[in-house]
């Protein structure tokens, strides 16, 4: 089965900072994607970023970007020039590409941003 | 831009009733999910649907039932809630031709005293 996992609970940064949230995860597939979400405090969750497996070049979206490593089955995020509106819940979340569209999620970070 | 309701953000229910948490989408998806999410776990599947009447178990079924009548409807029972079962519950949807992005709901926060 596959399982992700979120080692860091909680982390915090400076404002304007940049910070780095990791995710490890484990699948005996080739070809899948991994995603970052994000949950504001009482508000709904919303997608971050996504890498598809078979891409080689890390995601980008903004200020958010990844660190795919495939054989070492990491998937990271980061942060640059983090801002307030950063501070969240954030998951990382795995799924297959064939068959079911169910996504299997770490155990989520807590970011807080210092100002 | 896509909507998913949920109907309501907190309820509080008794041990031992029945309770029917509902989920609304405006954008015609196929796909429904229903997820518990837990401080330390994070998210985990209920159940999901891929059409009208289809249902599947996701990884922690117990205790619960589903219903999907309607496309744009997908409704979690708990058939007799217990104090284990206090949570937060996302509905999300998404459809299957766009292959990335699931769509969530605000949660409900059931307590179950």
């Known amino acids: ?115 | 831009d896509v909507k998913v309701t949920q109907s309501s953000r907190y309820l509080v229910k008794r041990t031992g009733e029945k309770v029917f948490l509902e989920c609304v989408q405006d954008m015609d998806h196929e796909n429904m999910f229903w997820y518990r999410q837990d401080p330390g776990l994070g998210l985990r599947l209920i159940y999901f649907s891929y059409d009208v009447k289809m249902k599947e178990k996701g990884d922690i079924p117990e205790g619960y039932s589903v219903s999907r009548e309607k496309k744009e409807r997908f409704s979690l029972i708990l058939e007799s809630a217990s104090t284990n079962q206090t949570s937060m519950y996302l509905c999300a949807s998404n459809d299957p031709g766009r292959r990335y992005e699931q769509y969530f709901g605000p949660g409900t926060r059931l307590t179950v005293t």
Do not use: H
């Open chain 1, 1 to 115: 089965a596959q399982t992700v996992t979120q080692s860091q609970p909680e982390m915090s940064v400076q404002e304007a900072e940049t910070v780095t949230l990791s995710c490890t995860y484990d699948t005996s597939e080739s070809d899948y994607y991994l995603f970052w979400y994000k949950q504001p405090p009482s508000r709904q969750m919303i997608l971050v970023i996504r890498q598809e497996a078979y891409k080689q070049q890390n995601a980008t979206e903004n200020r958010f970007s990844v660190n795919f490593q495939k054989a070492a089955k990491s998937f990271s995020l980061k942060i640059s020039d983090s801002q307030l509106g950063d501070a969240a819940m954030y998951f990382c979340a795995y799924r297959v590409i064939q068959g079911a569209q169910k996504l299997v999620f770490g155990q989520g970070t807590r970011l807080t941003i210092n100002p």
